[in-house]
């Protein structure tokens, strides 16, 4: 009994001892600059290579060729992309992205910009305010979008009520039940979710602009206006530019919004390039076709973080 | 100079800023509203006259209950705080290591990595989900809740490492200095002095990352297919509407109860998140 006991603490110690060695080999590696840098990289760097780098390059292979849920398919070379551009549904997808890209951004920055100035002065419940605004941006979108839905449904819509018993219509508006209707919904209801994101930023850039120099310019006999146009906008717009990428690239590759809003219809003329990606990679499990639909987002995209990183260097540089 | 007569100030901003709060705020109202009312009241057509238009005069539960009981909504909510946390938590570890090694670190191809790690913060979800669910599946995670708590650091680490890079940037190198001189490593001194001192940043940085992951949805909507590992999103998207019907009652229970949790945490630490809001544009 007593022998095994010592045994036993023979062989703690002696493993302890091995354990203690292989511990300061190992302290004294991490304390080598590089060695500690691909240790502590390595994590991060492991899961954005299997994650990102891999399926980007997969991305690529699957639209060159036919693959279909439970086929593997053959090479095809480009036809995935001939077919896309003959696709009048695609075509439209396409527009759309553009169309539904531009026109929030416009509405986004501008509302943004308002409402960042408003916030910018002082009131009472500031606070409450400031983070009410950005309520929108917190709540996840495709249940805030279902809100959306109800309000613009065609029969119980509180919109139309609301119009209606106010006097301004005599019959109801087709939100979301006209192609063209519903794309200005969806910019509206993209507007309402990405505003506070652009304020909120845009305050914080607000708040680094010293009032001395609107009180000299006013001093100056600058208006309101000017003020704006020649003190804060200018300053303003290294933040701005950066905002608008972000958004861009948020907006041009949405999905959960008119998944929800409208499913890309009525008639598919709604549907963004993510949302007919799907239809077409998932829904009915062409996967081929389905990424080389997405893989349309690139090039523009790419342009965008391009503009975005030569600006990074350029202000590291100034 | 700058002061303001008192109608101009109602025009040029207590006008504005309530329209900007009404636009805001109302459809939180509405689906609150819609969540609590009666079939009865909820199904009256534009047209028609309306007691309680924007209001409800006979209160009910029937949708939460009807949600609680005739769907896994529990489930869904446990699933999405679950996923939430442990990705954030992946994400924060990693983004925290990798900040520290970008901002302190000599080493070979340092700007490199910074700028591709920049580059993948901004690639969108909807460009890789096709390719990304085979991957997952050849992993053997599809279906499972790992599939997502590994799949949203992919925006989360980015994100993190930028900011907690930017972070670690600011706090003075000779507090780490003087650490390593009483004899502490390299690696003691990045978590015994340099992440304590960072703790602001790293909440802001989780408390972002938290709300993505309580967004995301076309990951979960591609990985998950059973009804007991969806997340809340996914969840009600899928299970309230059966058929084309929609149980607009229970759906507005359900969005409003999922969003309660990311609500909550975000108004305790406002400020927090603003800070990895403005933060995680900055670069």
């Not at chain 1, 972000?246 to 907006?251: M, W």
């Not at chain 1, 999905?255 to 009525?266: A, H, R, S």
């Not at chain 2, 329209?19 to 509203?33: D, E, K, N």
């Not at chain 2, 690696?187 to 993505?212: H, N, Q, Y």
Request: charged share 10%; with cysteine; hydrophobic share 55%.
């Amino acid at each position: 009994m007593g022998g095994g006991r010592a045994a036993q603490d023979l062989h703690l110690s002696a493993r302890s001892s091995t354990e203690g060695a292989r511990v300061s080999r190992l302290t004294r590696l991490l304390e080598s600059e590089k060695a500690l840098a691909a240790a502590l990289l390595a994590p991060g760097v492991a899961i954005l290579v299997v994650f990102i780098a891999y399926p980007f390059v997969m991305a690529l292979w699957y639209s060159l060729t036919s693959i279909r849920v439970g086929d593997a398919g053959h090479f095809v070379g480009l036809d995935n992309f001939a077919k896309a551009v003959d696709d009048t549904i695609f075509q439209q997808a396409f527009k759309n992205t553009v169309f539904y890209t531009f026109w929030a951004t416009i509405f986004k920055l501008s509302l943004g910009m308002w409402l960042a100035l408003l916030l910018n002065r002082h009131f009472r419940f500031k606070r409450v305010v400031r983070a009410s605004m950005l309520l929108p941006f917190i709540i996840p979108t495709v249940l805030s979008a279902f809100a959306w839905r109800w309000m613009f449904d065609p029969t119980f819509s509180v919109m139309n009520w609301m119009l209606y018993h106010g006097g301004m219509i005599t019959d109801r508006l087709p939100f979301l039940s006209s192609g063209d209707w519903a794309m200005w919904c969806a910019v509206l209801v993209n507007t309402w979710r990405g505003m506070p994101f652009f304020a909120i930023t845009l305050l914080a850039g607000l708040q680094t602009i010293s009032p001395d120099l609107h009180e000299a310019a006013a001093l100056d006999g600058a208006g309101a206006w000017h003020r704006f146009w020649h003190v804060t906008w200018p300053l303003l717009l290294p933040v701005t530019l950066v905002v608008v990428v972000f958004s861009v690239i948020q907006t041009f590759s949405d999905f959960q919004l008119i998944y929800v809003l409208t499913g890309g219809g009525p008639a598919n003329s709604t549907h963004l390039i993510a949302t007919y990606a799907y239809q077409i990679g998932v829904a009915s499990g062409l996967l081929g076709e389905g990424a080389a639909l997405s893989l349309f987002m690139f090039p523009v995209l790419f342009a965008v973080v391009w503009v975005q990183l030569r600006y990074l260097k350029r202000m590291e540089a100034a | 100079m700058l002061i303001e007569r008192k109608w101009k100030k109602w025009l040029y901003f207590y006008l504005p800023m309530a329209a900007f709060i009404v636009f805001t705020l109302f459809p939180f109202y509405w689906m609150a509203v819609t969540a609590f009312r009666p079939d009865a009241e909820l199904y009256a057509t534009w047209r028609q006259p309306n007691a309680a238009p924007l209001w409800t005069l006979h209160p009910t539960f029937e949708h939460v209950i009807g949600l609680m009981k005739t769907t896994a909504f529990p489930t869904w909510m446990w699933n999405t705080m679950a996923i939430a946390i442990v990705s954030t938590a992946i994400s924060l570890v990693c983004g925290m290591f990798a900040g520290y090694a970008l901002a302190r670190l000599k080493f070979r191809g340092s700007e490199f990595l910074g700028t591709a790690i920049f580059i993948t913060y901004l690639v969108p979800q909807t460009l890789l989900f096709i390719p990304l669910a085979d991957i997952v599946r050849d992993l053997r995670l599809g279906n499972t809740p790992w599939a997502l708590m590994l799949t949203y650091p992919t925006f989360l680490i980015p994100f993190c490492t930028w900011l907690l890079m930017g972070y670690f940037k600011t706090i003075p190198k000779e507090l780490e200095e003087c650490a390593r001189i009483d004899g502490a490593t390299r690696f003691g001194a990045m978590v015994r002095i340099i992440f304590p001192v960072a703790i602001p940043g790293i909440l802001s940085a989780g408390i972002f990352a938290f709300t993505l992951s309580w967004n995301e949805f076309i990951y979960a909507l591609v990985f998950m297919a059973s009804a007991d590992t969806k997340t809340v999103p996914v969840g009600v998207v899928s299970e309230l509407i059966r058929g084309d019907i929609f149980f607009w009652g229970q759906l507005m229970a359900g969005a409003l109860l999922g969003s309660v949790p990311v609500a909550l945490v975000y108004s305790f630490f406002v400020e927090y998140y603003v800070t990895g809001l403005t933060g995680s544009v900055k670069g």
